[in-house]
Antibody, heavy 120, light 107 residues
Framework: QVQLVESGGGVVQSGKSLRLSCAAS????????VHWVRQAPGKGLEWVAV????????FYADSVKGRFTISRDNSKNTLSLQMDSLRPEDTAVYYC?????????????WGHGTLVTVSS | DIQMTQSPSTLSASVGDRVTITCRAS??????LAWYQQKPGKAPKLLIY???SLQSGVPSKFSGSGSGTEFTLTISSLQPDDFATYYC?????????FGGGTKVEIK
């Protein structure tokens, strides 16, 4: 079945770096745009970043631009998020999510999420 | 950026009730709107896309309507499994944005 599994979350000090991964299976990963979406504890959903099917186009939320880098390895069916200069306000569950269709950016499916905690 | 405003933020309802959640966009997004359901500790689940199209496998008690800047999600005959938080999301343009969420609670 179509599945996304995140990993790499943990506790990190403010100013440090962390790299998240998302392993995709059950579909042709190289055909789909994929996203990162986050949710701070007790808060709503916030879109973070997107990468096109071929990796050539990337967009970021203003809140992470210049600090986070999205990338993908289509040979390994893997999405990544390199998070540098982390801040306490980056504390959240990070979800990877696939664009539901080849050209529309609503999300289905979602991974189960990985928790990132940034301590000050 | 397109701001998405949901109302109410909390809704208290009883089993069997019909409930409606509203989502307003700060500018026209045509019909490029999705609705999600999220339960505590779980990832969001897609319910509706393109404002009114029901995702495969989602019960027909969920329905969406609207276009432009005003949208609604309606749940007919609320059941215990429907008590959750609901989010709208616009995908008209980047940055993609979500509404603040509507928590549907048991009255």
């Amino acid at each position: 079945q179509v599945q996304l599994v995140e990993s790499g979350g943990g506790v990190v000090q403010s100013g440090k770096s962390l790299r998240l991964s998302c392993a995709a299976s059950g579909f042709t990963f190289s055909s789909y745009t994929v996203h990162w979406v986050r949710q701070a504890p007790g808060k709503g959903l916030e879109w973070v970043a997107v990468i096109s099917f071929d990796g050539n186009n990337k967009f970021y939320a203003d809140s992470v631009k210049g600090r986070f880098t999205i990338s993908r390895d289509n040979s390994k069916n893997t999405l990544s998020l390199q998070m540098d200069s982390l801040r306490p306000e980056d504390t959240a569950v990070y979800y990877c999510a696939r664009a539901a269709t080849l050209n529309q950016n609503y999300f289905d499916p979602w991974g189960h999420g990985t928790l990132v905690t940034v301590s000050s | 950026d397109i701001q998405m405003t949901q109302s109410p933020s909390t809704l208290s309802a009883s089993v069997g009730d019909r409930v409606t959640i509203t989502c307003r966009a700060s500018q026209s997004i045509s019909s490029w709107l999705a609705w999600y359901q999220q339960k505590p500790g779980k990832a969001p689940k897609l319910l509706i896309y393109k404002a009114s199209s029901l995702q495969s496998g989602v019960p027909s008690k969920f329905s969406g309507s609207g276009s432009g800047t005003e949208f609604t999600l309606t749940i007919s005959s609320l059941q215990p499994d429907d008590f959750a938080t609901y989010y709208c999301q616009q995908y008209n343009s980047y940055p993609l944005t979500f509404g603040g969420g509507t928590k549907v609670e048991i009255k």
